[in-house]
């Protein structure tokens, strides 16, 4: 009986980590569950789509019409 009471305690004190299911574009961890953009390959977790934007698309200078 104490080991059960032991474990519960165990498993309640220590919540199971959680599962990496891949990698975004930078290296950084993407977990069961969330939610991810699949860029031609480059996974870009919704939190950072406007960075990878900017430095896949926008590599260029801003230009002055007429200049």
Same mark, same amino acid.
């Given at each position: 009986?104490?080991?059960?009471?032991?474990?519960?305690?165990?498993?309640?004190?220590?919540?199971?980590?959680? #599962?990496?299911?891949?990698?975004?574009? #930078?290296?950084?961890?993407?977990?069961?569950?969330?939610?991810?953009?699949?860029?031609?390959?480059?996974?870009?977790?919704?939190?950072?789509?406007?960075?990878?934007? #900017?430095?896949?698309?926008?590599?260029?200078?801003?230009?002055?019409?007429?200049?």
């Amino acid at each position: 009986m104490s080991n059960k009471f032991e474990t519960l305690h165990a498993n309640y004190l220590d919540p199971p980590y959680p #599962k990496v299911w891949g990698y975004d574009w #930078k290296g950084d961890e993407i977990y069961v569950g969330d939610e991810y953009y699949d860029m031609d390959g480059d996974y870009v977790q919704v939190d950072n789509i406007e960075e990878y934007l #900017k430095s896949t698309h926008l590599n260029t200078s801003i230009r002055i019409a007429g200049e």
